[in-house]
């Protein structure tokens, strides 16, 4: 089992709507929890991370962690279609530590 | 503007020729990282360093090398590449001191795609 999974996608919206994007993990040891963005033929960029359960919110964007049921969570409202990219989920332990990413959930967001 | 830079792009290159992929942080980073990114598999880790001559194994180890002479560049080399290596490169670095990196804020480079024939 990968201690990371998300659903690969794609994932096709209409500009506008509010996306959610998900991710499981497997190791309960996780205390930080990220969200990259990475553009075709780009390296991942940082959108978001939080530290524990809860929610954070930046703009447009929410991230949301459930440790009880090991559930991360992106929300994108007013979607657009700069938001097409893929979107990493990643976990860590402690900020000295190895970085677990899932494969990526690729979003097209329609004109 | 802070960054991490990777040369070359793109390379083409045939089983058994060494390379070599350079990675540069200008951001005064103590921790760098390399990872390759496969379909379905997501982003796995190559090699780190947390310091100036300091390189640790990541999960797929197996045919790369690496060094870190400098703080700002770790790159990438391939003794003997094969075709299981072809692969999407990316190097990448945070902030810190010694093993107390910020690893929840990596920065990574444009990457670098691999293809060994």
């Known amino acids: 089992q990968k201690e990371v999974e998300q659903d690969p996608g794609p994932l096709s919206v209409p500009e506008g709507a509010i996306v959610s994007l998900n991710c499981t993990y497997s190791?309960?040891?996780?205390?930080?929890f990220m969200w990259y963005r990475q553009y075709s033929r780009k390296g991942p960029e940082l959108l978001m991370y939080t530290y524990s359960s809860g929610n954070k919110e930046d703009g447009r964007f929410t991230a949301q962690v459930d440790k009880s049921s090991k559930y991360i969570s992106l929300f994108i409202r007013d979607s657009q279609p700069s938001d097409s990219a893929t979107y990493l989920c990643?976990?860590?332990?402690?900020?000295?530590?190895?970085?677990?990413f899932g494969p990526g959930t690729s979003l097209s967001v329609i004109p | 503007e802070a960054q991490v830079t990777q040369n070359p792009r793109y390379l083409i290159t045939v089983t058994g020729k060494k390379l070599t992929v350079t990675c540069s942080q200008n951001?005064?980073?103590?921790?760098m990282s390399w990872y390759r990114q496969d379909p379905g598999l997501g982003l796995r880790q190559i090699y780190y360093s947390m310091n100036v001559e300091v390189t640790d194994k990541g999960d797929v180890p197996e045919g790369y090398k690496v060094s870190r002479k400098e703080k700002r560049n770790f790159p990438l080399i391939l003794e003997s590449p094969s075709p299981n290596q072809t692969s999407l490169y990316f190097c990448?670095?945070?902030?810190?001191?010694?093993?107390?990196?910020?690893?929840?804020?990596?920065?990574f480079g444009s990457g670098t795609q691999l293809s060994v024939l």
């Open positions: 990448a670095s945070s902030g810190g001191q010694g093993r107390r990196a910020t690893n929840e804020k990596l920065f």
């Open positions: 190791n309960s040891a996780f205390q930080y």
């Open positions: 990643a976990g860590l332990k402690t900020s000295y530590d190895k970085v677990i």
């Open positions: 951001m005064n980073h103590e921790y």
